[in-house]
């Protein structure tokens, strides 16, 4: 770890690096995507002319690369917008303005972005208490049908997919058994409660699809872990099972877990796309689906990079994380 | 590139040591686990079902494209007469609602496009996957820089999105189950080209590769007579994975309108289909569902078998010994790239 | 829109009026009992109604706005000359006054339109609506930052096709006068019978000049019904409706306006909103949907259900889904083929494919089955219930492909069980009993519009929709038919490209027409000479069904709109 500001200027550096390269990569393959924007802007009946002027308005007519540009100097220095009875500034970072909605690209990430993060840190803390602890409980269990199971539970989870459990779950315990609402979405600093009792059936609907992979992932390191000289010293001293499980073995094996489920929070942002657009909840996700179907450019490209920050950034954490616990298991 | 995530997934595999056993050995440890055994089994079947579908709906006397408007109420949205989504001696499985096709001829038919992607996809994640990854670990600096960063953005762009995108773009000609195919294998190779980079790492610190490449061997001769072996295990077993993973992705880009097109009927385009008739009509539903997580588990169960068999020490009391140096060995990968990135 | 779950917010709301109206309503005496569902069944003012929906109101601009009959969440907010008259079924399809006191006094020959102002109305502020209000709304409505609405003001208003909004001309439209507060006169190009149909839409809405505020005028607009907006979160996906305390029922007569508080809640899953719909818990007792009926499976569910059978209304719309030809592409070039695929159609399965008897019905008009079209009922290839294989084939024969033949039909790849898969393979499956061996060409939806709107992409063969802007014939024949509306370089309607002057004259005569009636039984007559030529296989109208929470009373659904009214729902 020598030279940990070293590391983060790299890491800072190769972040922005990929991220535009993301934001290229996005510009070029939606600039060839079939759809008029301009006609689909204006709407299906509008004439020719009235096209034109919508797509002049919109500086459709430019060539790729100066749009591109454009977008560069609304990243840095800001942009301005016509409301039509007046100019509103769109301070840097500016992500542009949405073609069908006239919305800010960051007014609209900020407004969707709690709901996603609700959504993703509420599933991964339920997706690590089932995938630890059943993979705890496999390990410890190992080859005994408790073991067998657990391990068909998860992987139901996994082998089926979020739209089929999201929806089979709220038909039965909203709409049969009448034990929660229909999720919709509730802001945390308006009532923490309902908030939680409405995320509820999208975190567990989440979390099956992600708990297989920890629970493997614990499983596998704690065998690992119980098969190591000082746990099998423990065991030699009489120390009990439970306190070998539970307290020695679990956290030696728990540094791997821990950087898989940073890399997982950064991705997973992008993975709620299926459940946001499900439930209905009005997070990046299902905004994301809206942008790509209508071709809204300057939304796909600014809510890809915010995703492809979080990704980026769980990255970085993970490596720091997994050095931190790796050394810590050494020492142990 | 997060190298964590890359030894994490080592790691989890159980295989920091290369396999040096044979294949007769592969076998004999294969042979040994029954749970494997039936997975095993499980698989070879579906693909089985899948090659054969043509003679086993030719059997039942059904297509899986024709209509029968008679087997099916039309004034109730069009749900199958008769118990069990209208199962009877000519529909073995009942029929679909809404047109009355044939819910066997559209399960087994559906089982070759479903299984034909994922494992196709597998193919071309793990061939991308292994060449970037193992360029990137025994290249000079700024090849594993450039690979490295490649993957960096491939593993950082929302799969789902570009594939939306992607799929709009490709001429409606272009056969749809090969564009998924590609779509998916070109997208998701990021997560194994890390693991086997990290992996090369780790192994080209070892002594006998040391050794090796002492002796002048050249770094295509390395890599094909010491490196491959060695890689085997963490890529098999990781593919296993990839197949069922696949699948569901198959299935969600259905779900979100852009997966293999109709009349050609494939699980994931059946489940979504199928997910609001789960109260009307169960079968329609837990069919797909059923023959999904069937083979979502026999895949897995296999895999896991094969990890164990390719990797002698993941038998514990085959560690006595060994257990030190393999996290020595997957500490040095982690060692080893945290200098790299360092000193880059 | 069936299952609008993921579809383009400006298309779709632009379909809200094109499309949509996929509304629940009694239409038809037997459906007429859905007023009230057990109990004290009389409305009465209070309490808050809930709507659930799937698209968001993102446009909220009067001027963006593409409705028919003014919509119906804006239509709370937006008092405009003219509305559709609140009744159920056929009564509904009438134009009725709304803050003018008639419907309009036309000169002549129809080219020059008065209207005169109810005195007293005011906005949500109390400040007056003037007639310069309304010009100022509709001159807005072209401006390109507002882009969004209907085409006919571009069309039918003198010297509007190339004007570019008040904030770029600060001129005005001259075709527009206010010779005072309360009057104001359209002066038109040409004839239109039709122009107090025109005038429900929202573009015909008072927007006060110093409120206006452009683009972000839409986040509060200024009210004149009998609504304010107290709420507008994430650019109308929630939005809370509270009494306009200005707003004097004696002055309209049509919005009841029974309960306190109205609040939207969209961007659901059309599934979810079902479900919530049907447990009717808590608030959702007291909710609505206006964009969102019951699919095929919910329907199954539904109808095995007594208590949730009563809560279903039935609604019809002006809509029809046809297979459409383009005659310069072989071999839809020779009329006989295209009769062989009329003859070949099995309009059972494709009506299964739709959604089943309760939620489609056959069609072989163009015009849909309702009287204020004109519906003429005629059957020039006659299919019966399941296809003519027999007489599809004959024909193919005298046309020389005896052997049968291979085409290709286009569709969308959208899920909406009108230009989707599911109906395209029941066609497919229809023709393959004729010898007609039919590939599918899918297309993402984008793609898909832009193919079949574009006379230089268009495909041979393919599925297509219209719906009503208005219940009448005019906006129905017009765009598709009409050889002048031909567009070379843009989004071109009248896809099998027919330019016959005999068909154009009959138009414009029909045009000038004041009578509406005279003017319906005409367009039934000319639809009916139409279909004659084979440009289209009508398939089928949809039905709408809408599900209601237990609580809601007074359900009214016109074949205007064939949706559930909300101005006239009540919750207590």
């Known amino acids: 770890m020598s030279g940990f500001g070293g590391f983060l200027l790299r890491r800072t550096a190769g972040a922005v690096v990929t991220l535009l390269a993301i934001s290229v990569i996005v510009y070029v393959v939606f600039y060839v995507t079939p759809g008029n924007v301009a006609q689909i802007t204006c709407g299906p009946r509008c004439s020719p002319e009235q096209v034109h002027q919508v797509a002049e308005q919109l500086k459709l007519g430019d060539p790729l690369y100066l749009r591109y540009w454009h977008f560069l100097q609304g990243l840095f220095v800001g942009q301005d917008f016509s409301t039509g009875t007046s100019v509103e500034h769109c301070a ?106 409405n995320l509820l059936l999208p975190w567990l609907s989440l979390a099956l699809i992600e708990a297989a992979a920890f629970a493997r992932l614990t499983r596998a390191s704690m065998l690992e872990t119980l098969a190591e000289d000082h746990i099998r010293t423990f065991r030699a001293y009489g120390v009990a099972e439970r306190s070998v499980v539970g307290r020695h073995a679990l956290r030696g094996a728990l540094a791997p877990v821990i950087a898989l489920n940073a890399n997982n929070v950064g991705s997973a942002v992008g993975g709620a796309v299926l459940t946001e657009t499900l439930f209905g909840l009005p997070g990046i996700g299902q905004e994301l689906v809206h942008a790509v179907k209508v071709v809204d450019l300057p939304v796909v490209v600014g809510m890809v990079l915010v995703t492809g920050f979080f990704v980026v950034l769980a990255n970085a954490v993970a490596d720091v994380l997994y050095a931190v616990a790796d050394r810590r298991v050494v020492l142990a | ?333 982690a060692g080893h790239a945290t200098e790299k990135e360092a000193s880059a | 829109m069936r299952q609008p779950s993921v579809i383009a917010r400006r298309v779709a709301v632009a379909s809200v009026s094109l499309v949509v109206a996929a509304g629940a309503a009694a239409c038809g005496p037997e459906d007429n009992d859905a007023k009230g569902s057990g109990g004290d069944s009389t409305p009465h003012k209070g309490g808050t109604l809930t709507v659930l929906n799937s698209q968001p109101q993102s446009d909220f601009d009067p001027a963006r706005l593409y409705t028919s009959g003014g919509g119906n969440v804006p239509s709370l907010v937006f008092r405009t000359l003219t509305t559709r008259n609140r009744e159920n079924g056929a009564a509904g399809a009438k134009v009725v006054p ?256 739709a959604g089943g008897s309760a939620l489609a019905e056959p069609a072989t008009t163009f015009l849909p089955n309702q009287k ?38 286009t569709h969308s790849n959208s899920k909406d069980f009108e230009t989707s898969p599911e109906i395209a393979t029941a066609v497919q499956d229809a023709l393959k009993k004729a010898g007609i061996t039919v590939k599918l060409q899918g297309l993402e939806d984008n793609d898909y519009r832009d193919k079949i709107h574009s006379v230089k992409t268009e495909p041979g063969l393919f599925l297509a929709h219209w719906g009503a802007d208005w219940p009448s014939g005019g906006p129905f024949l017009a765009p598709i038919f009409d050889g002048r509306q031909i567009v070379k370089d843009g989004a071109n309607f009248n896809t099998g490209q027919l330019n016959d002057k005999s068909v154009n004259d009959e138009i414009d005569a029909i045009n000038k027409l004041t009578d509406l009636d005279a003017a319906a039984q005409r367009w039934g007559a000319l639809d009916k000479k139409i279909g004659d030529k084979a440009l289209v296989v009508p398939l089928f109208h949809p039905v709408y069904k809408r599900l209601y929470g237990k609580d809601v009373k007074n359900i009214v659904i016109s074949d205007w709109t064939g949706v559930l009214d909300i101005s006239q729902v009540a919750v207590k």
Request: glycine share 10%; net charge neutral; hydrophobic share 45%.
């Open chain 3, 98 to 353: 709304d803050l003018a006191t008639d419907t309009g006094r036309p000169n002549k020959d129809a080219t020059v339109w008065t209207y005169t102002l109810k005195k007293g109305l005011t906005y949500e502020d109390g400040t007056p609506i003037t007639s310069a209000d309304i010009k100022y709304g509709v001159e807005r409505s072209f401006a390109p930052e507002l882009s969004g609405g209907a085409p006919y003001l571009r069309d039918w208003l003198v010297g509007a096709a190339d004007y570019q909004g008040p904030y770029k001309d600060k001129k005005g439209l001259s075709a527009i006068e206010t010779p005072d507060s309360r009057t104001i006169v359209f002066h038109l190009n040409k004839p239109e019978g039709e122009f107090p149909y025109l005038a429900t839409q929202t573009q015909f809405t008072p927007v006060p000049r110093s409120k206006d505020t452009g683009t972000k005028y839409e986040s509060h607009p200024v009210s004149s019904g009998p609504y304010k907006v107290v709420k507008n979160e994430n650019d109308g996906e929630h939005l809370v409706l509270e009494r306009n305390t200005h707003w004097s029922a004696a002055t309209d007569q049509e919005r009841k306006a029974y309960p306190d508080r109205i609040d939207v809640r969209s961007g659901l899953d059309s599934s979810v909103i079902n479900q919530r719909l049907s447990a009717s818990q808590g608030a959702d007792a007291a909710a609505v949907t206006t964009d969102t009926n019951l699919g095929p499976a919910e329907l199954a569910k539904v109808t095995g259900d007594k208590e949730l059978a009563a809560r279903v209304g039935t609604g019809h719309f002006g809509y029809t889904n046809y297979l459409a030809f383009n005659p310069k592409v072989k071999p839809f070039d020779d009329p006989m083929v295209r009769q062989a695929v009329a003859y070949a159609i099995d309009r059972s399965s494709v009506v299964n494919a």
């Open chain 2, 1 to 333: 590139m997060s190298e964590a995530l890359a030894v994490v997934e080592t790691a989890g595999t159980g295989t920091s040591v290369p396999a040096v056993s044979g294949a007769r050995q592969f076998w004999r440890r294969l042979r040994a686990q029954r749970a494997a055994l039936v997975a095993a089994a499980v698989v070879a079947l579906l693909v089985l079902v899948a090659l054969a579908a043509p003679l086993l709906t030719a059997l039942e006397g059904q297509d899986p494209t024709t209509y029968h408007p008679t087997l099916i109420d039309s004034a109730r949205g069009g749900v199958p007469i008769g118990s069990f989504g209208g199962v009877s001696a000519d529909h073995w499985l009942g029929v679909e609602p809404q047109t009355g096709r044939d819910m066997f001829a559209r399960l087994v038919y559906g089982a070759r496009v479903s299984l034909g992607v994922a494992l196709a996809a597998t193919v071309v994640q793990v061939a991308i996957g292994v060449a970037v990854g193992v360029a990137a670990a025994l290249g000079n600096r700024w090849v594993d820089q450039l690979l490295s960063r490649i993957t960096d953005i491939i593993v950082s762009m929302p799969l789902m999105i570009m594939s939306l995108a992607l799929l709009a773009i490709v001429p409606s000609s272009f056969p749809r189950p090969v564009l998924v195919t590609l779509v998916i294998g070109l997208i998701a190779w990021g997560t194994i080209a890390k693991i086997v980079r990290a992996q090369t790492l780790s192994l080209k610190g070892l002594d006998y590769v040391s050794a090796a490449r002492l002796s002048g061997w050249g770094t295509w001769r390395i890599a094909r007579r010491e490196l491959l072996p060695g890689l085997a295990a963490p890529v098999i077993t990781y593919a296993a994975l990839l197949v069922p993973a696949n699948i569901s992705v198959e299935a969600a880009l259905s779900f979100l309108g852009v997966g293999v097109k109709p009349p050609t009927p494939s699980w994931g385009q059946m489940l979504t289909a199928a997910d609001v008739w789960y109260q009307a009509a169960p079968q329609y539903l837990l069919l797909p569902a059923g023959a999904l997580f069937v083979t979502v588990l026999a895949l897995t169960v296999l895999g896991d078998g094969v990890r164990t068999a390719l990797d002698p020490r993941a038998a514990s009391r085959l560690r006595v010994g060994t257990g030190r140096k393999a996290a020595t060995g997957t500490g040095t990968a």
């Open chain 3, 372 to 409: 204020s079209f004109g519906y003429t009922p005629y059957d020039p290839f006659p299919a019966g219930k399941s296809g003519d294989p027999a007489k599809a084939r004959e024909l193919l024969k005298q046309a020389g492909h005896a052997n049968g033949l291979t085409i290709t039909l």
């Open chain 1, 92 to 197: 840097a970072p500016c992500l542009g303005q949405s073609y069908q909605t006239d919305q800010q690209v960051l007014d609209i990430i900020l407004a969707k972005l709690p709901v996603s993060v609700s959504l993703v840190v509420g599933a991964m803390v339920l997706w690590l208490l089932l995938g630890i602890g059943t993979g705890v409980l496999s390990a410890w269990r190992r080859g005994r049908v408790s073991e067998r199971v657990l391990t068909a539970v998860t992987l139901a989870g996994t082998a089926t997919p979020v739209f089929v459990i999201g929806l089979v779950l709220m038909i039965v315990v909203c709409g049969q058994l009448r034990l929660l609402p229909f999720p919709q979405y509730v802001n945390f600093t308006d009532d923490p409660e309902q908030w939680a009792w």
